[in-house]
Nanobody, 121 residues
Framework: QVQLVESGGGLVQAGGSLRLSCAAS????????MGWFRQAPGKKREFVAR????????YYVDFVRGRFTISRDNAKNTVYLQMNSLKPEDTAVYYC??????????????WGQGTQVTVSS
């Protein structure tokens, strides 16, 4: 089992920044790729970004590429999502997830409880 706890969400004005954190415990964090997802009200959960087990590879969905940065610190068992130039459409609950595939392919095995991000216009 891997337990994931997100933090760092909040209310920010459009154009502002937030950094989300996801602290992991349980099994060896560095064995897992990590991903960030989000779900807006009335919409399906969608993929945002992922990072490989050692941080060497990252991938972003088009609508955040260039604005968001995913990173990880395996010594701290933590993955981050730096979000810049936030837009109202980025408003959602953000979830981190762990994937036993080293590069984050396929299904994610463990999920956090989510943290709310609200961007005001």
């Amino acid at each position: 089992q891997v337990q994931l706890v997100e933090s760092g969400g909040g209310l920010v004005q459009a154009g502002g920044s937030l950094r989300l954190s996801c602290a992991a415990s349980g099994r060896t964090f560095s064995n897992y790729a990590m991903g960030w997802f989000r779900q807006a009200p009335g919409k399906k959960r969608e993929f945002v970004a992922r990072i490989s087990f050692n941080g060497g590879r990252t991938y972003y969905v088009d609508f955040v590429r260039g604005r968001f940065t995913i990173s990880r610190d395996n010594a701290k068992n933590t993955v981050y999502l730096q979000m810049n130039s936030l837009k109202p459409e980025d408003t959602a609950v953000y979830y981190c997830a762990a994937n036993s595939d080293a590069y984050g392919l396929g299904l994610y095995d463990y999920w956090g409880q989510g943290t709310q991000v609200t961007v005001s216009s």
